[in-house]
């Protein structure tokens, strides 16, 4: 079973920076894809960023210039670094992976780390 823990969550002013993590149970390179995604309060789960096997990067218009996800192969983990961060940035974001085993498709989910900025 693949696990996935985000860390790296909390409050800071806009403007500010924090340094998303997440942390996976076993070797990432077995994933097709790993990405992060963000879910506000009312609102539906959006995508943030997403890393390809190949550390193709891909994101969100509104995250463009701003966020940077990467990955390290040696360590089991995905980052995603936040910078000019605004209050509309605010959610809870969470960790995800897609692995392919044969013809099958599998999704995975952290249990995702909140992220709020305000003054």
């Known amino acids: 079973q693949v696990q996935l823990v985000e860390s790296g969550g909390g409050l800071v002013q806009p403007g500010g920076s924090l340094r998303l993590s997440c942390a996976a149970s076993?070797?990432?390179?077995?994933?097709?894809?790993m990405g992060w995604y963000r879910q506000a309060p009312g609102k539906q789960r959006e995508l943030v960023a997403t890393?390809?096997?190949?550390?193709?990067?891909g994101y969100a218009d509104s995250m463009k210039g701003r966020f940077t996800i990467s990955r390290d192969n040696a360590k089991n983990t995905m980052f995603l670094q936040m910078n000019s961060l605004k209050p509309e940035d605010t959610a809870v974001y969470y960790c995800?992976?897609?692995?392919?085993?044969?013809?099958?498709?599998?999704?995975?989910w952290g249990q995702g780390t909140q992220v709020t900025v305000s003054s």
């Open positions: 995800n992976a897609v692995q392919w085993m044969g013809a099958s498709r599998r999704s995975y």
């Open positions: 076993g070797n990432i390179t077995r994933f097709y894809a």
């Open positions: 890393i390809s096997s190949g550390d193709s990067a």
